[in-house]
């Protein structure tokens, strides 16, 4: 599943639907709204190019590391500390594959699909600067 | 004769430009010729896009037509009249 939503998402379910026959090691990666003196944030994207560049990315992953099972669910909307932004789940025959893989892409996503992330502080508001 | 492209601006730059907006350019345009009557119709904003000679800032990333236009020399890439034009700084999803 490759998608950008509003929606929470529930980690057990998405995991244990990536447990199939030929996969030995699941991967993953759950990103979430830290408490680092902010209330909340926007995340803002791009939606129909973010969600073609997310298949893109999970495609070469599969090709690069050949695992066998990518999913990447990014929300957007407002979200509060302690809220889900991202999750990536990479399903392999072996680990090692599947943690270099769960790695670039959320390389990938950070450097690449265009969203963005907009903080509330006390004092007002700030984007969240890219280019890495 | 001139016609229009239709543009749309992410994250900081659509808080100074606005999510959509239409833009009258001669023909043939570029991104250039966009950018710049970008810039024109908000001259407040324009150094958020243009450098101080007038040039598109390296950081802005643009498409057109939903695909990234980049190098040297995409200042010159072709905008045809119904285009759809995106501009967005640097990415920071994840």
Known sequence: MIKVTRDDFDLSDIIAAAQQGNIGAIVSFHGI???DGIEGMDVEAFEEVAEKDLQAIAAEAETRFGVAHVDIIHRVGHLSVGDSIVLIVVGA?????????????????KEYVPIWKKEYTHEGTRWVQGGH | MDDTVHVRAFARFREVFGDNLEVRVAVPATVRSVVQEI????????????????????????????????????????????????????????
């Open chain 1, 33 to 35: 709204v830290r408490d």
């Open chain 1, 93 to 109: 025959s072996h680990r090692k594959a599947a943690f270099l893989a769960c790695e670039y892409i959320i390389d990938r996503i």
């Open chain 2, 39 to 94: 810039a024109r119709m908000n001259p407040s904003g324009a150094h958020e896009i243009l450098d101080g000679e007038g040039n598109l800032r390296k950081s802005v990333i643009v498409l057109v037509n939903r695909e990234r236009i980049a190098g040297n020399g995409r200042e010159d890439y072709p905008v045809r009249p119904g285009d759809e034009v995106a501009l967005y700084p640097p990415v920071a999803g994840g």
